[in-house]
């Protein structure tokens, strides 16, 4: 019984913006060679590459941009935490399962593995603007990327 409430006294320790944690806006990639726009897409999240920071999606596809992320889940027994989801890496062409964790509200960990979750690798990306996962410039868009 202890142990279960000082799990409990655990889980109200969480910061104040895990518990409405979201990874919506923008992020520059851990050396800022890249910056990615995650959006809500049918209850998942995805990430579209953009030509720069300040750019739109529409303006990202219609450049022919590659989708980085796709088909993230919140995990809604760990705040913060997004995973089932797919990572494409351009330089490669390679894709790779992985996870996303929020580690504060404008630092992400984005860690991408192939088959086993333990062989893999992890980066650190830095949020650069907007916390929104509306996309206004997509109403009525069926198109995820």
């Known amino acids: 019984m202890a142990l279960l409430l000082s799990m409990g006294a ?3 320790a969480l910061p104040a913006w895990a518990s409405d944690a979201s990874i919506c806006g923008v992020w520059a990639t851990s050396h800022g060679e890249a910056y990615i726009r995650i ?39 760990h705040p913060g935490v ?9 330089r490669n062409g390679q894709h790779f399962q992985g ?14 593995y192939l088959g086993f979750s333990w ?6 990306w830095r949020r650069v603007a907007s916390r929104s996962c509306s996309l206004p410039e997509e109403k009525g868009s069926s198109d995820r990327g």
């Open 10 to 12: 655990g889980l109200s």
């Open 82 to 90: 997004y995973r089932y989801g797919r990572i494409f890496d351009p």
């Open 119 to 124: 062989l893999g690798g992890s980066t650190q």
């Open 99 to 112: 996870r996303l964790t929020l580690e504060s509200q404008d630092r992400l960990k984005v860690y991408g």
């Open 39 to 77: 959006y809500r897409f049918h209850g998942l999240f995805d990430g579209i590459s953009l030509p720069s920071a300040s750019a739109s999606v529409a303006m990202a596809r219609a450049r022919h941009q590659p989708i980085i992320l796709s088909g993230f889940a919140a995990a809604p027994d």
